[in-house]
């Protein structure tokens, strides 16, 4: 168990829907990271918030969204949701060393 | 553009054997490495990272090998287990960003 929790864990939607994808960083961790992996694919980078900031910005539609609340939380929206968005998606929280520590993901399914 | 390249899609190793898994970069201003595992179902473990200062970097079974004339990183699993068999995944991060960027990974399954 590495600390950082995610919910839901499964996600079924459709096409032109909106989700929140929610993350709960190691106790002490002050940055969060989002991922996502395709199938077959590697991770791929979204974003990253440190105590509440945008820090570092990936390969992140538009479409896509997050932010990090004062508590640390973090969330992932997805809106005008399309087939291909169908993905695992991962959050990571690091805190003073840069070794992160991932949650076991989201999968998200677009019908 | 792929900077961080795992060309070996999967591995195939005895028990007890050595394992070695390759990684490859193009981008020179990467300052440390590290190497995740990955089981079914679960988010990536971290095992092991190396900064650019070292060329090797030991825990346990697990050792990270730094090239970095040759822009190569690799990790030997010694010896290998059952348990090792997983996804391993290779990440690098550019020096002055917070930006990881990760391989394709490799599948490596031990046999008994």
């Known amino acids: 168990d590495s600390g950082v929790t995610q919910t839901p864990k499964h996600l079924i939607t459709a096409t032109g829907q909106r989700v929140t994808l929610r993350c709960s960083p190691r106790?002490?961790?002050?940055?969060v990271y989002w991922y996502q992996q395709s199938l077959d694919q590697g991770l791929q980078f979204l974003i990253q918030y440190y105590n509440g900031e945008e820090r570092a910005k990936g390969n992140i539609l538009e479409r896509f969204s997050a932010q990090q609340f004062p508590d640390l939380h973090s969330e992932l929206n997805l809106s005008s949701l399309e087939l291909g968005d169908s993905a695992l998606y991962f959050c990571a929280s690091s805190g003073i060393v840069d070794t992160q520590y991932f949650g076991p993901g989201t999968r998200l399914t677009v019908l | 553009d792929q900077q961080v390249k795992q060309n070996s899609p999967s591995l195939s190793v005895q028990e007890g054997r050595i394992s070695i898994l390759n990684c490859d970069y193009t981008n020179s201003m990467f300052d440390y490495f590290l190497w995740y595992k990955k089981y079914p179902a679960e988010g990536p473990t971290f095992l092991i990272s190396?900064?650019?200062?070292?060329d090797k970097n030991e825990d346990g079974r697990f050792t990270v090998f730094l090239n970095k004339s040759a822009k190569h990183l690799s990790l030997h699993i010694v010896p290998s287990q059952p348990g090792d068999s997983a996804v391993y995944f290779c990440a690098a991060k550019q020096g002055g960003t917070y930006k990881y960027i990760f391989g394709t990974g490799t599948r490596l399954k031990v046999l008994a």
């Open positions: 106790s002490g961790d002050l940055s």
């Open positions: 190396i900064s650019s200062i070292k």
